[in-house]
DNA sequence: AAGTGGTCTAGACCACTTC
DNA sequence: AAGTGGTCTAGACCACTTG
């Protein structure tokens, strides 16, 4: 008898044959397919049943990758494939500056202990006044100024920990996943424009009349525990793509 | 032997499930639940079988609204189940409107005929100077301005079809729906902050100094089919949601 | 009629958390 | 040990599109 539920690398069977059909869709033998092979081909190459291959379709039809209609087939929507930054599916902008050519540079730093702001406390689920972790930073792409961002984290998540010590220039996900233990799954993020303060403009230096895009956001671990509020400013560096679908 | 697949309104059974436990989420008896039932007791009181509450469950959690742990339950994400207007799962800015508790009203309307730009036939995957139909309006809420926008339509989309006759002022996916049986499933959006031109302040008048937020955004039908660009400017009265989550 | 995806059933075992 | 969700199997029928 088959091993069941894990395969080799310590992945779900459909999780691995998710990637595996998205590499084939990005770069390999479906790289040019307008359809997909029928379900029951799929369970057959990949030796498995036609539930493990239905699972894996569905998380890509519900990141938009593909579509299925019945009697037709697996239809590959190409031009979703071939999207890069998709804001709905990455949290960081990090991996958005290297998949845009450049390499992310983080400078003027400024970590402060701080009491939370009425804001923060209700966004952080804490009791307004508590101690906070305010980290202030400037993101620089090819030596230009693209992000200004202040990142909120409860003093509580580092019980124990000299977080002072830590490295703050590595992105904020990083620090929190490999000194806290927390690993974040997904942000409430609020979306508007802005053209900032005089600071925040001194600080990006936009061109003249340029609006910045100001993200306003709650991360979360498992469990919904809320771990880091941040407002983050951006330049017209960034284009922001995402997919809207109907629930 | 019961039914298989379609319930009495025409819904699939998971479709129907995924309903109702969303609306006793919001309003019913799980409106303070912290979790949900085990998912063979759910499937005992639907009297379907789990993989049909499975199928629900997934349909939620990939909305956010809960997150399902192994060992310890369905968990409800009560902050996002409280959210309203999420960019990410509607098309339409009238909805956004009414749950705000405004009544939205579209004026000055001009509709014309014109030549597709480079970039719209890219778009809407036509050729360079295909016919398009080019709706601009203005949408207000509570007598202030709100949105401008214009909308390019391929004319090939109205074969037969006398737009000009048609009534443009309710929203446009209302009216692909109503006369072209085309039913927009999805978007790509776009996103970023400007101040736009002269003409559009004068439209809009936001207040000095503040942004707008453009929306550059191809609708599709099923099967990928594009048929829909528009640019949008929102001030902001509108409060932008979205849920970004791992893929 | 044949082939596709969509759904459903009944049953099984696994991994994890809690008691 | 008991209960939860996660995964998987094998098989069935349904709805739809295409030839």
Redesign the pocket.
Known sequence: M?K????LNGD????QVASALMRELKTGIYADAE???????L?GQY??????I??A?SDL?NAGFIE???????VVNRRIVALDNRLDLKLEYSDMIWSMGSRPVVDSIVLREESASETAADRLGIPPGGRLIACRKRVLANRKPVIYSVDYIPQSIFDGIDYMALDWYQPIFDLLSKYCGLNVTNSITHVSATNGDSFIRSMLTPGEGAALLLLEEVSFCKLNRPVLYSLSYYTSFFDFTLLRKKF
């Open positions: 088959e069941r539920g894990i395969g779900l069977m459909s999780t359809k997909l092979p029928a379900e029951m081909e369970a030796g498995v049943s036609r539930t493990v239905r699972d379709l039809e299925r209609v019945r009697g037709v087939g697996t």
